[in-house]
């Protein structure tokens, strides 16, 4: 028996929320912006965008100088206001942390663990060696968004996100305790419990592919290549408790597409990339899940309040309205030379934004 409210939700054909914001996006540079940027502009009014470029964005000046990359790939009218992010080395200085935080441009410092995915490889070798930067933030207040995996070969790569939490993540809690830190992506219920455990200033961002897909989806009856990310999908049982956790109401819970393009090539290849692109039907997308899930009166907050109340920034003001009209994912974009492949390609999605 459903109760009356998901009966009430069962039905429900349109659903108007203040804007939601993307808390973890890859925009990637040069003409792919003509791409990546129109879409997450049509849906979201900021995005915290990734700085995993060639080379990795590791200064207020290489930041500002990309952010203007962006805003020159704004559709007109469109005042989609990218928040920038630095990249953590071990050769970071926390005087160039502290500035670019100063600054209004940078919101927060991505944390990747050396060769954990795409473009880490100037990532943190050990946590010692950015401890002073990581301080200095703590002082600050400024964010630490933490890319959960380790990257020892000989751990299970399911395993990595759980013994990155153990081994690290608790630790520099500890150490830190009002250090302020996003678990970006995350994928098991490991996380969640930890995020759940951790005081307020401790937080997750959660992808749509995770809450729409387990590991099955990747791997039963054939290799799907369009569904391998990085941390990669897990078993089901951690899906339900990413579910139970997007839709629960808790704010350290908020959502972050990871959306990241690949040209197909690189995908449908032997060696293929880690990514997977939402940014087309993000919202959409995180409507059919929360529907499933009976919640959808929780999207609002996970979408568009816990984020700015996380990051200590304004709550949108204007409005986007979901309509319950089915409509189809086209096969393909451009992405620069190449062709895009995105989530759902082809195929119909049930929730359509309004325009
Ligand atoms: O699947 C992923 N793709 N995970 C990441 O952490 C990085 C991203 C990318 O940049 O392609
Ligand atoms: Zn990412």
């Known amino acids: 028996m459903n109760s009356p409210d998901q009966a009430n939700e069962l039905t429900r054909q349109s659903l108007t929320l203040d804007q939601p914001d993307d808390w973890h996006l890859h925009l990637r540079d040069g003409d792919a912006l003509a791409t990546t940027v129109p879409h997450t502009a049509a849906q979201f009014a900021r995005a915290i965008v990734m700085p995993n470029l ?39 200085a926390p005087n160039e942390v502290e500035t670019a935080f100063n600054s209004g441009i940078v ?74 830190v996003v678990l970006e992506h995350i994928t098991t219920r490991y996380a969640v419990e930890f995020v759940n455990a951790a005081p307020a200033n401790v937080a997750a961002t959660i992808t749509v592919h995770h809450l729409l897909f387990n590991r099955n989806h990747l791997l039963a009856g054939a290799v799907r290549p369009h569904y391998y990310c990085l941390p990669i999908l897990k078993r089901s049982s951690h899906q339900e408790a990413l579910i139970a956790a997007a839709t629960s109401g808790n704010p350290k819970f908020f959502l972050g597409t990871d959306s990241a393009p690949h ?7 032997d060696c293929g990339c880690a990514g997977i692109y939402t940014a087309a039907s993000a919202i959409e997308l995180y409507a059919e899940v929360f529907e499933d899930a009976g919640a959808l009166d929780k999207l609002e907050g996970f979408a568009s309040h816990y984020g700015p109340d996380f990051y200590g920034l304004p709550r949108n003001t204007n409005k986007i309205t979901l309509e319950k009209k089915s409509w189809q994912m086209p096969s393909s974009f451009t992405l620069a030379q190449d062709e895009l492949i995105p989530l759902r390609a082809g195929e119909s999605i049930a929730w359509r934004l309004a325009k």
Not at 157 to 174: G, H, N, S, W
Not at 263 to 269: D, I, L, Q, V
């Open 54 to 92: 060639k080379p990795p964005v590791t200064s207020l000046q290489a930041a500002s100088e990309y952010r203007d990359r962006i805003l020159s790939a704004r559709p007109s009218g469109s005042e989609f206001d990218p928040l920038m992010t630095l990249y953590l080395t071990d050769s970071l």
């Open 107 to 180: 919101q927060a410092v991505k944390y990747y663990p050396a060769g954990a995915t795409t473009n880490s490889d100037s990532g943190v070798s050990h946590m010692s060696a950015v401890m002073p930067v990581l301080e200095r933030m703590a002082k600050i207040g400024m964010p630490l968004l933490i890319h959960g995996e380790v990257t020892d070969h000989e751990i299970d790569i399911f395993d990595r996100e759980k013994v990155f939490i153990e081994t690290l993540l608790e630790p520099l809690c500890r150490e830190l305790p009002t250090l302020r």
């Open 263 to 269: 040209a197909r090539h690189a995908k449908e290849s």
